[in-house]
């Protein structure tokens, strides 16, 4: 995956490197190689479901690319990424 840079905050961009980096075609692949809901993904490309902590772990666990690496492709400039915690 290249490094990127990113002016905008854009959960496709990254949806697209990762397609790159794993060489497929669609976001039904993708979905398949991450064993996660293909609804997520079409959701997540829309803007319509965040990429938050645990998916970017599996996607970390599976493409072995930085959770920061993967922010800056996605274009996420926090210092912090703070997910929810729930008791």
């Known amino acids: 995956m290249e490094r990127t840079t990113a002016k905008t905050y854009s959960q496709a961009r990254l949806l697209d490197a990762l397609l790159d980096h794993f060489q497929l075609r669609r976001?039904?692949?993708?979905?398949?190689?991450?064993?996660?809901?293909r609804s997520f993904i079409c959701k997540a490309r829309k803007e319509q479901r965040p990429i938050g902590p645990v998916i970017m772990l599996r996607i970390h666990e599976e493409s072995g690319i930085s959770i920061k690496k993967l922010r800056e492709v996605m274009g996420d400039r926090r210092k912090w990424f703070r997910g929810s915690y729930s008791t």
Do not use: G, M
């Not at 398949?32 to 809901?37: C, E, H, Q, S, V």
């Open 27 to 37: 976001d039904s692949e993708l979905a398949r190689r991450l064993d996660i809901p």
